[in-house]
């Protein structure tokens, strides 16, 4: 299964045993590598996957996995509802995450927040994966504008924890109803707790998104909607119960903003995913709106509080 910078093999034993082994860059591996050893309880008591720290060489990491484990991507493709437990499951990791008491914060690398190049009006969208810049254009006329907030989200995180950086449904495992754990920690460090809880809304946010562009059945899109919706609000009940950062009435409208910069980052990034013009205009359609009016998203499109 590739996983754009890096490639993940799975392998099932006789015995029943199963293993993930991920290939990446010797960089990418030593940093992830470092923060399993550093924080053995970033995926400890979960059958999901558990880190191996065996030295198969610099750029291979080997993960004990559940049999029956899969990504949370792998059941929006095959449009299998996800556990119910899912999305506060996660939740509950990423506060308990922000809130570990660390003292040598401000040693650590900064986590991998979306960088945001300047809008530059006219690049075409051919030239965007070779240019490495975002393709402002395709947001549509409020291109500028969008460029603008995402940059001013972006300067406003200021590190203030240890955080995942990278939360989306491909870096989380789930086995069975009540197992879920985040993986892929190489983009880990010093950052913003709203970014993280910002990426996972966002998670949810694309796929409901994107789902009212491919199908054609409005009750469909409708349905998936009410369970993203509801998902929504079970991982912020749940954040909300175990954070303190939560306690700070402008935190969620942070998060908020933080989910239309990634959303923005999904649709106009280079991107080894191909994305239809549909899908990016809606997807940027509903950056703009995160970015801009956060409080009225909070009131209308999440149902929650």
Same mark, same amino acid.
């Given at each position: ?151 001013? $989200? ?19 495992? &789930? ?21 993280? $809880? ?29 369970? &993203? ?51 990016? &205009? ?24």
């Amino acid at each position: 299964m590739h996983r754009g910078r890096h490639v993940v093999v799975r392998a099932e034993l006789d015995n029943g045993e199963a293993f993930a082994l991920k290939l990446a860059s010797a960089a990418a591996a030593e940093r992830e590598r470092r923060w399993y050893r550093a924080l053995p309880a970033l995926n400890a008591g979960s059958a999901a996957s558990r880190f191996v720290d065996d030295d198969l060489g610099e750029d291979v990491l080997l993960f004990a996995v559940h049999p029956a484990a899969l990504d949370a991507r792998a059941y929006a493709v095959a449009q299998q509802r996800l556990p119910a437990a899912f999305a506060a499951n996660v939740a509950r990791q990423l506060a308990a995450l922000h809130a570990m008491p660390l003292q040598d914060l401000n040693d650590m690398p900064l986590a991998r927040i979306a960088a945001i190049p300047a809008w530059n009006g006219g690049v075409a969208a051919a030239s965007n994966v070779a240019t490495g810049a975002w393709d402002w254009d395709a947001a549509g006329p409020r291109g500028a504008e969008l460029a603008a907030a995402c940059a001013e $989200v972006r300067e406003a995180l200021l590190p203030s924890a240890f955080v995942h950086g990278d939360v989306r449904w491909e870096n989380v495992i &789930v086995a069975g109803d009540d197992d879920a754990v985040l993986i892929d920690w190489e983009d880990a460090g010093r950052g913003a707790p709203a970014w993280d $809880v910002g990426c996972l809304f966002a998670s949810f946010a694309s796929y409901a998104i994107r789902a009212r562009v491919l199908f054609a059945s409005v009750l469909r899109a409708e349905a998936l909607d009410a369970v &993203v919706h509801e998902q929504v609000a079970a991982a912020w009940r749940a954040y909300r119960a175990d954070s303190e950062n939560a306690r700070d009435p402008s935190f969620l409208l942070a998060a908020i903003r933080c989910a239309g910069l990634r959303l923005a980052e999904n649709a106009l990034a280079p991107s080894a995913t191909a994305l239809s013009q549909p899908e990016i &205009v809606a997807l940027a359609g509903a950056a703009d709106e995160m970015l801009h009016a956060p409080g009225a998203v909070v009131a209308r499109w999440h149902g929650i509080r």
